[in-house]
């Protein structure tokens, strides 16, 4: 069966800190990956997504980078936090246009 | 979306009475429709999902009904337990060709004890 892992589940970083949050998947080839965020009590706003190795798709301009080394392997970075950076941020994957499944998600705090 | 900014609506329910979501979806093309459901603090996971050639699947406790003509989508829960209580979004995938799922705003439902 597949599973989704995203890593660490919070974090407190201080403003100005570069960021790196990881989610890796098994179980699956060649899937789409995602990176949502959301603000608390907000809907969800997708940020990025993958439909493969080195193939990133930017939905909102914004202060974050998402990077797919490996095939089922995406990751969340940003070279220096701002406060707005904030938030939940959900990492998910699905084959093609078909249901998401998502992580469980990291709380990120910037301070 | 242009919604994700803004607060939730908030729907509120008695503990064993039945509860409808409702969701209106923009993209007439859409062939898959899906109901999600977030606790607080977790990612949202998958309720129930219908596609187009269809206007009503049922589930446990759960019937998803589809309105092609007025681009409509509900989630009815039926006997709400406190479980119940979460964010539900509704998520439409915009066709064959589509790589990514759009997603509604979302709802709270409070099942008041």
């Known amino acids: 069966s597949q599973t989704i892992h995203q890593w660490p589940a919070t974090l407190v970083q201080p403003v100005g800190s570069p960021l790196s949050l990881e989610c890796t998947v098994e179980g699956t080839s060649n899937p789409n990956l995602y990176w949502y965020r959301q603000a608390a009590g907000r809907g969800l706003q997708l940020l990025f997504y993958s439909v493969g190795i080195g193939q990133i798709s930017s939905e909102v301009p914004q202060n974050l980078s998402a990077s797919r080394p490996q095939d089922r392997q995406f990751i969340l970075s940003s070279k220096k936090l701002l406060l707005s950076d904030s938030g939940f941020y959900l990492c998910a994957w699905s084959e093609g246009h078909l249901e998401a499944f998502f992580g469980q998600g990291t709380r990120l705090t910037v301070v | ?113």
């Open chain 2, 1 to 113: 979306g242009e919604n994700v900014g803004l607060h939730l609506p908030t729907l509120s329910v008695q503990e064993g009475d039945n509860s409808i979501i409702n969701c209106a979806y923009s993209n007439s093309a859409s062939d898959y429709f899906i109901w999600y459901k977030q606790e607080s603090g977790k990612g949202p996971q998958f309720i129930i999902d219908i596609r187009s050639n269809m206007d009503k699947r049922q589930g446990q406790r759960v019937t998803v009904l589809l309105n092609k003509t007025v681009k409509h989508l509900s989630l009815q829960i039926a006997a709400t337990q406190p479980g119940d209580s979460a964010v539900y979004f509704c998520a439409e995938s915009p066709g064959q060709g589509a790589q990514k799922l759009v997603f509604g705003q979302g709802t709270r439902l409070t099942i008041n004890p």
